[in-house]
């Protein structure tokens, strides 16, 4: 299958509780972004990978952490689940970090914390 | 700060043509990017701004001025399926897109 993958497709968590959403891309891009996006607002950046073994912080990364330990994966870990988690949660990839690179989507992960 | 802005809602017929523009005010700029979300979907593709004029791609164009910090994105021949959320975003100096938060686009038979 080309293109990206998200597991779960949803999940309700309880907060305090530790979840890893995960993202698999089959495109070999080097550069990798994990995105919420809550009603009213825009995509907002968490975390990028701009080639295995790097990481970035984005725009709102407090109480999300990332690796990318090879190409192909790019895990979102929640530490200590919060409310203000909820929120639909994209990754994306492209084949570099640079301007002209498109950014493909995944199919999302929509996550309730209660 | 950094700040996107464009219309939340929008309605057209179908058959017509519509315009949906976008304002920016980023650190840097490199390049402008139109997405369309249908409910419940990801982001897919439409179009890329990095020089002043407009890029035209079947139905849809899209129109950018670095001066004024606007864009547009026309969508001509509009059909039922076009009915979508559309997305403007600017890639900032650090290479990051910023994001406005979307037209939904309504489309009436």
């Known amino acids: 299958i080309a293109g990206i993958t998200q597991a779960p497709t949803s999940q309700i968590l309880a907060a305090g509780r530790r979840m890893t959403l995960r993202c698999t891309q089959d495109?070999?891009?080097?550069?990798m972004y994990w995105y919420r996006q809550d009603l009213g607002l825009g995509l907002r950046l968490i975390h990028y990978s701009n080639t295995a073994g790097t990481t970035g912080k984005g725009e709102v990364p407090d109480g999300y952490s990332v690796s990318r330990a090879n190409t192909d994966d790019f895990p979102l870990t929640l530490a200590s689940a919060v409310p203000s988690q909820t929120s639909v949660y994209f990754c994306?990839?492209?084949?570099?970090?640079?301007?002209?690179?498109?950014?493909?989507f995944g199919p999302g992960t929509r996550l309730t914390v209660l | 700060g950094q700040n996107i802005d464009q219309p939340t809602e929008m309605t057209a017929t179908e058959g017509a043509i519509v315009q949906i523009n976008c304002t920016y005010q980023?650190?840097?700029?490199?390049?402008l990017f139109w997405y369309q979300q249908h409910a419940g979907e990801a982001p897919t593709f439409l179009s890329y701004n990095v020089l002043d004029g407009l890029e035209e791609k079947g139905r849809f164009s899209s129109f950018l001025s670095r001066s004024k910090g606007y864009s547009y994105l026309l969508l001509k021949e509009l059909q039922m399926k076009d009915s979508a959320s559309y997305l403007c975003?600017?890639?900032?100096?650090?290479?990051?897109?910023?994001w406005g938060a979307g037209t939904k686009l309504i489309i009436k038979p």
């Open positions: 975003a600017v890639m900032d100096s650090n290479y990051q897109l910023i």
């Open positions: 994306a990839s492209s084949r570099t970090s640079a301007s002209t690179d498109t950014q493909y």
């Open positions: 980023t650190s840097g700029f490199n390049g």
């Open positions: 495109m070999r891009h080097n550069a």
